[in-house]
Every structure is written in C-alpha cells, then in structure tokens.
C-alpha cells in the first residue's frame, strides 16, 4: 500500500465511524421514544375502555336476566291476581293465603324494578364514561399517527446522510487494495471500531501503548506498501 492509500485506509475509518454514529443515532432518535410514550398511552385509554365495555356488557346481561325475572313475577303475580278474583277459590284461608302470594309477588316485582332502575342508571353513565374514552382512543390514536410521521421524517434524514456517507466509504475503499480492506474490516469487527492507529511518536494510537525499540526498529526498516500491525493490539499502523 502506499502512503496514500495508508491515508485513504484512516479516511475509510473515520467514514465508518460516522457511519456508525448515524446508525446509533437512527436508533435512539427522540422521536421513537415519543412514540413508544404515545403507543403507551394508547394502549392504556384502549385498556381502560376495553375493561369499561366488558363491564358494560355485563350489566347488560344483568339487567336482561332481571328483565326476564320480573316479567315472569308479573305473569304470575297476574295468574295468581286473577284466581283470587275468579271465584274458583273460596276457601277463606286460601283466599287469605292467595292473597299473601299475590302481596309477595308483587313486592318482588317491585324490588325487581327498583334494581333495573339502579341498573340502567350504571348503564348510563357507563355509556357516557364510554363515549368520552371513544373520544380519548382517538385522540391517542391520532397522536400516535403523528409521532409515527415525525419518526418516518426524522429516520428519513438520517438515512439520507448515511447513505451519502456510505457512498463516500465506498467510492474511498474501491481505491485500497481488496486483500487490505478485507483485514481492516474483519479487524475493525474485532477491534471495537478501530483498526487502523497512527504511529506516532513510538506510541500506538490505537491501544496508547509504545512499542518495543525491536519492533519500532523492523517497522522503521519494512518496506513503505507493508502492512504492519501494532504488537500490542494487532492494529494496522499508519507510520507518519
Ligand atoms: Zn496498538
């Protein structure tokens, strides 16, 4: 390699580098964790509502089978109302104990009715809590929409520098020799990002560590296009 593409190689780096700052940025933009809030609150009014509806339904339930038992109360409280006015029974402790049927009936009715009235006012105000949590999933719902569009936009921008960043990565690596960039990159992966460091002073840039007078002494003697790697971290060095 020449000193040129030994510059081109620390460019490449600084390239992939940005590159990685973008990507680390597309991932923790502010924007998605607005939105993660948004689909939490979502999910919370939808819960709430969801809860609210099951609850609702139940009472439905409720008031139908009441509905049913008292209609059934008041068919016999009819029957047993006309027998006692029919003349069929005659019986004074009959009638009498006709009579306490007819009184027990309807006093069941009439609880019957007391407790379908509690029950419809429930239903009310459930299906007015109802109403306004249909308003609040659509507004969270809306808000959501919102924060999914400014995260499309914000993820847009980014990808768009990436993408010109990458493309400067690749018009700089079709200059290095394949065999070169193919050690870079697989050090690169191994090397927590860096793997090439300038030599400068005797010092590794990239692990901060001198290297031994022997060493420095073979790579000052190494022709100009070899690779030569750092003895402590096995960076590629860029002797300057
Ligand atoms: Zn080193």
Do not use: W
Request: contains cysteine; negative net charge; charged residues 35%.
């Amino acid at each position: 390699m020449s000193d040129d593409q030994f510059q081109i190689l620390l460019s490449v780096q600084d390239l992939d580098a940005r590159i990685d700052q973008l990507r680390h940025r597309h991932e923790t933009l502010a924007e998605r964790d607005e939105l993660a809030a948004r689909q939490q609150d979502r999910k919370r009014v939808a819960g709430r509502r969801e809860a609210l509806q099951v609850e609702y339904l139940e009472l439905q339930r409720t008031l139908k089978r009441n509905e049913d038992e008292l209609a059934v109360l008041e068919e016999r409280a009819r029957r047993e109302h006309d027998r006692l006015y029919s003349g069929e029974v005659t019986g004074t402790r009959e009638l009498l104990t006709l009579q306490e049927e007819v009184d027990g009936l309807r006093s069941r009715c009439s609880a019957a009715e007391s407790d379908a009235l509690e029950l419809m006012e429930a239903i009310e105000g459930i299906e007015a809590q109802l109403e306004s949590l249909g308003s609040a999933v659509e507004a969270a719902e809306a808000e959501v929409a919102a924060a999914e569009r400014q995260l499309a936009e914000a993820e847009a921008v980014v990808r768009a520098e990436i993408d010109q960043q990458a493309a400067a990565r690749s018009a700089e690596a079709a200059r290095i020799p394949e065999v070169a960039l193919a050690g870079y990159d697989g050090l690169r992966a191994r090397m927590g990002g860096v793997a090439v460091a300038r030599l400068r002073g005797g010092t590794c840039e990239g692990c901060h560590l001198a290297l031994s007078a022997v060493e420095l002494d073979r790579i000052r003697r190494a022709p100009a296009d070899e690779l030569c790697h750092c003895e402590e971290c096995g960076r590629i060095l860029v002797r300057v």
